[in-house]
T-cell receptor, first 115, second 112 residues
């Protein structure tokens, strides 16, 4: 069955620390990959996405993610986090063909950045 | 453009009742997807509507149904509510053929 795993459920970092959130998916076909973020009290919003091409994608607010096909991974990174990055982060995969595809989300990682 | 709107924002129902949730997508977006978000399960895909037709469906029982109107607004209905249906129900819209989804604030449903 298709699945998305986010290994860290809770992460606590100090400001300026580097961030890497893991995401692995289970799906054999072509996939589209996403990272969404939900800031406290706000809607889910797109951070970045990968459809094809350069496996290193850059998103908003200094975030980037690398698609490693051989590892079925799409890890999210940021070199230096800020207090305002405190939020919940969701990895998502869209796989399948028209009529059968589904979006599958990971269970999320709660990031707390200490000032 | 106005964002995705969902009504009502909060709802309390009792077991056995039914509920209808509404979603208005961003103007020009023809695809509307629904998700159930719970602390233990995360976001789970319910279904997607495109041009008034259900295009994809997740693994939820038949008690969960939806529809889309000609103006792309969508409704989701849950019949015979169970305690386990308590969740945040999210709606997301996207342009035809474009995969980025824009999420609404959600409707928080509590079933007593």
């Amino acid at each position: 069955a298709q699945s998305v795993s986010q290994h860290n459920h809770h992460v606590i970092l100090s400001e300026a620390a580097s961030l890497e959130l893991g995401c692995n998916y289970s799906y054999g076909g072509t996939v589209n990959l996403f990272w969404y973020v939900q800031y406290p009290g706000q809607h889910l919003q797109l951070l970045l996405k990968y459809f094809s091409g350069d496996p290193l994608v850059k998103g908003i607010k200094g975030f980037e993610a690398e698609f490693i096909k051989s590892k079925f991974s799409f890890n999210l990174r940021k070199p230096s986090v800020q207090w305002s990055d405190t939020a919940e982060y969701f990895c998502a995969v869209k796989g399948g063909t028209s009529g059968t595809y589904k979006y599958i989300f990971g269970t999320g990682t709660r990031l707390k950045v200490l000032a | 453009k106005a964002g995705v709107t969902q009504t009502p924002r909060y709802l309390i129902k009792t077991r056995g009742q039914q509920v209808t949730l509404s979603c208005s997508p961003i103007s020009g977006h023809r695809s509307v997807s629904w998700y159930q978000q719970t602390p233990g399960q995360g976001l789970q895909f319910l279904f997607e509507y495109f041009s008034e037709t259900q295009r994809n469906k997740g693994n939820f029982p038949g008690r969960f149904s939806g529809r889309q109107f000609s103006n792309s607004r969508s409704e989701m209905n849950v019949s015979t509510l169970e305690l386990g249906d308590s969740a945040l129900y999210l709606c997301a819209s996207s342009e035809a053929g474009v995969e980025t989804q824009y999420f609404g604030p959600g409707t928080r449903l509590l079933v007593l």
